[in-house]
């Protein structure tokens, strides 16, 4: 590449973010797409099919492996996923009016409305009675970037990082996608047979959008943290199900826009 810094240019090697297509199938039928960072992909889709009401847990999932997808050399991408579901278990409909499309860029792509997307979680969110300090809070958004190694070389990846209400990390993963970190997070809790996830915190880099409050409301999660700005629809879906909603977390203040109980204030005095 060539570096430009003011007056001076120079030639030099870098390092980026990798992003491939991952297909999901469902015993061998194709349900989704998915520009993603390759890495933690069995997380990816369970987190996947939880946050969008296919599967309840990891009992629901049968089996999985990756599929012969070859490139022009013969070798193996490793960018095909199939899911055999647990008998008993629905297979959802995958027609064009429930296209599961999404990208790297934008995290609610191909849905054919917002009310194709407002999965109804099976946990009661609002009566978490999770309470989390104001400076563990704070403390989070440091904490999320330490622990971003792959950030570190290429400065082009988001990460989810899921936490307690103590501040205790418990999972952390980095993606091109800000929903495919989500979703590595969640997998991790499914496979682990831990959902609901209640009690902790989910802390994600760059914004909180309608995609994000869903996700975190599939998988039991009563706090959302981010460090840039909520969008409207994630904030009235945050208010619906109970979860409290925390934008631009960064430096020692916030924006806590719901269920602001949840937060403990320190004294004044």
Same mark, same amino acid.
């Given at each position: 590449m060539l570096r430009i810094r003011g007056p001076q240019h120079s030639t030099r090697p870098d390092t980026v973010a990798a992003e491939e297509p991952l297909e999901i199938r469902l015993a061998g039928t194709p349900l989704a797409v998915t520009m993603r960072t390759p890495g933690d992909?069995?997380?990816? &889709?369970?987190?996947?099919?939880? =946050?969008?009401?296919?599967?309840?847990?990891?009992?629901?999932? $049968?089996g999985l492996r990756y599929?012969?997808?070859?490139?022009?050399d013969g070798r193996n991408t490793y960018n095909v996923v199939d899911v055999d579901?647990?008998?008993? &278990?629905?297979?959802?409909? =995958?027609g064009l009016e429930r296209n599961f499309y999404t990208s790297s860029s934008c995290g609610v792509c191909g849905k054919a409305s917002i009310d194709a997307i407002r999965t109804r979680t099976s946990?009661?969110?609002?009566?978490?009675? $999770?309470?989390?300090?104001?400076?563990v809070l704070l403390a989070l958004p440091d904490r999320l970037r330490a622990e971003q190694q792959v950030f570190e070389k290429t400065g082009g990846l988001h990460a989810a990082g899921l936490f307690t209400a103590a501040g205790e990390l418990g999972a952390l993963r980095e993606?091109?996608?800000?929903h495919n970190a989500v979703d590595k997070v969640i997998g991790d809790a499914v496979r682990e047979g831990r959902l609901p996830l209640a009690g902790h915190v989910l802390m994600v880099s760059g914004r909180a959008s309608f995609e994000l409050t869903q996700k975190a409301a599939m998988a039991g999660i009563p706090v959302l943290a981010a460090v840039s700005a909520p969008s409207s629809l $994630?904030?009235?879906? $945050?208010?619906? &199900?109970?979860? =409290?909603? &925390?934008?631009?977390?960064r430096g020692d203040g916030c924006n806590v826009y719901t269920h602001q109980d949840r937060i403990v204030l320190p004294e004044v005095g």
């Open positions: 992909d069995f997380d990816l &889709v369970h987190g996947f099919l939880a =946050t969008e009401g296919v599967i309840a847990g990891h009992d629901d999932v $049968a599929c012969d997808s070859v490139d022009a579901l647990a008998p008993g &278990v629905p297979v959802p409909d =995958t946990y009661d969110v609002a009566a978490d009675g $999770a309470r989390v300090p104001l400076e993606d091109v996608g800000r $994630a904030v009235e879906l $945050a208010r619906e &199900v109970g979860i =409290t909603l &925390v934008g631009f977390l």
